[in-house]
């Protein structure tokens, strides 16, 4: 992982994505590493998987940090970073991820009319004590339930209310 220091000593650090280096403040691409991003797209959507795609393309990572590079957006539009890949490359890629994802049943798209709500009575103790820490209080509160009881009538809720 490339990391270098943006502005002067002790502001913030950030991560340069692979296929890019810092000059004078400006990102520019590094073209030997832009040449492994062109290749590895193109490996993976020849059909290789994830980690052969990287090898073939010559990129050393894991499968995980190989997906983020797929998914992300800076090879393609952002203000900051020039282009690298183009936008029907990067489309097809982004088609091609969820179509793998879906035929490995990943994928879970919330239907909007499920709805579950797990209803619980809580018995405990009128408090004795206060604390200035928030988080000491929580952690008396908790202290003082005798029991929890899930009610029967359990039905899937989204959202921030339940009926």
């Known amino acids: 992982m490339r990391v ?3 502005g002067k000593v002790g502001e913030m650090m950030s991560h340069i994505p692979f296929g890019y280096n810092i ?3 400006r990102a520019v691409v590094n073209e030997e590493e832009a040449v492994k991003i062109e290749k590895l797209f193109e490996a993976y ?3 290789l ?3 052969k795609a990287a090898q073939k393309a010559g990129i050393k990572r894991y499968h995980t940090s190989v997906a ?3 998914a ?3 090879y393609v539009e952002d203000k ?4 690298i890949i183009s936008k029907d490359t990067f489309g097809k890629a982004q088609l091609e991820r969820h179509r793998r994802a879906e035929a490995l049943g990943r994928i879970y798209e919330h239907k909007g009319n499920e709805k579950k709500c797990l209803n619980f009575k809580f018995h405990a103790s009128m408090p004795d004590n206060l604390y200035d820490d928030p988080f000491q209080q ?4 908790y202290s003082l339930i005798k029991s929890e009881v899930i009610l029967d009538d359990n039905q899937e809720c989204y959202g921030n209310s339940c009926p």
């Open 45 to 47: 959507l020849s059909g």
């Open 49 to 51: 998987s994830l980690s």
């Open 138 to 141: 929580a952690e008396y509160a």
């Open 4 to 6: 270098e220091l943006k």
């Open 80 to 83: 900051f970073y020039p282009q």
């Open 72 to 74: 992300d957006k800076r």
């Open 68 to 70: 983020r590079m797929l």
């Open 23 to 25: 000059q004078n403040g």
